[in-house]
């Protein structure tokens, strides 16, 4: 497992961005385990556009609705509780960056890949909750996105090296910067105080010795889930990203030991994945 390097990471990156505040209370409300229908329908009445764009969707053809609704908890019930709160947090993680370039889009958008197929596969497994699983992946790269943010001409090589040479990020980041992305996410769901079994998946998911050495099934199982959905979303080649590399026993582990059954996974992948996009970003779903 990653152990901690000596590095003065306040002084690397002095600025931290906050967690917006709707994206905090969406994890207080996930963390919760008991909140209402009425919880989650104050946190999204902080947002208008948003509300507008819930019911939007909640009458749209998708949900084949036999009649129009007008009213947020409606709507809420009609997408479904925790897909609801999976787009909230997603919206509202897209103000994290100050401003935006090609990488930054990139990066965002490999996230909310990895986010998707993670919910796909906990949904599969039925061990966790695909909302949270949901909320792990969308995370699972934020070393990169504060990299990028703080750091661009650096990352910028980091990416010319990724690219050109073929080899992993973490191979590259810690050859350019001196500690990778998993470094630096550790330390900033630290800063946001964010549940240890995040922090240690956003730290680990690029470890090679997670069944070996992490004891707890329930975290091997949420950093594998994050592992695998990241070595799925690589191979769509959504976003920017690098291959993934499991092991038989890992792929086993997340009940996607089949080459088929993964290959089926992938397809409804890139669907939900379109979806999702469309709906956070308000535009027309796109091939990638």
């Given at each position: 497992m990653k152990k901690d390097k000596l590095i003065n990471f306040s002084a690397t990156?002095?600025?931290?961005?906050?967690?917006?505040?709707?994206?905090?209370?969406?994890?207080?409300?996930?963390?919760?385990?008991?909140?209402?229908l009425e919880d989650l329908k104050k946190v999204i009445s902080m947002d208008q556009a948003f509300s507008s764009r819930l019911l939007k969707v909640?009458?749209?053809?998708?949900?084949?609705?036999s009649h129009t609704v007008s009213d947020i908890s409606y709507a809420i019930t009609r997408i479904g509780f925790t897909t609801v709160q999976a787009l909230v947090f997603a919206i509202s993680l897209r103000d994290l960056r100050r401003s935006s370039n090609k990488t930054d889009v990139a990066l965002w958008e490999h996230s909310l890949a990895v986010s998707v197929a993670s919910g796909l596969i906990a949904r599969d497994l039925g061990l966790i909750p695909s909302g949270e699983a949901f909320i792990f992946g969308l995370l699972h790269d934020i070393g990169k996105v504060v990299i990028n943010l703080s750091m661009r001409k650096e990352f910028a090589e980091v990416i010319r090296i990724?690219?050109?040479?073929?080899?992993?990020?973490?191979?590259?980041?810690?050859?350019?910067?001196?500690?990778?992305?998993?470094?630096?996410?550790?330390?900033?769901?630290?800063?946001?105080?964010?549940?240890?079994?995040?922090?240690f998946a956003i730290a680990n998911h690029h470890e090679p010795d997670i069944m070996t050495e992490v004891d707890s099934a329930d975290l091997k199982r949420k950093t594998l889930i994050i592992k695998a959905a990241d070595a799925l979303c690589a191979s769509l080649e959504?976003?920017?990203?690098?291959?993934?590399?499991?092991?038989?026993?890992?792929?086993?582990?997340?009940?996607?030991?089949?080459?088929?059954?993964?290959?089926?996974?992938?397809?409804?992948?890139?669907?939900?994945?379109?979806?999702?996009?469309?709906?956070?970003?308000?535009?027309?779903?796109?091939?990638?």
């Open positions: 990156v002095p600025d931290i961005p906050s967690l917006p505040v709707v994206a905090t209370r969406i994890l207080q409300i996930i963390a919760s385990g008991n909140s209402s909640a009458n749209s053809p998708y949900y084949r609705a990724v690219q050109q040479e073929k080899v992993p990020f973490v191979e590259a980041e810690n050859r350019i910067l001196g500690f990778d992305h998993g470094d630096m996410g550790k330390y900033v769901a630290q800063q946001w105080n964010l549940p240890d079994d995040m922090v959504i976003g920017l990203s690098h291959g993934m590399v499991l092991s038989a026993q890992e792929w086993q582990f997340v009940k996607l030991g089949s080459a088929k059954r993964r290959d089926a996974l992938l397809a409804i992948i890139q669907d939900e994945y379109q979806s999702y996009r469309s709906f956070i970003t308000g535009q027309p779903s796109r091939r990638t």
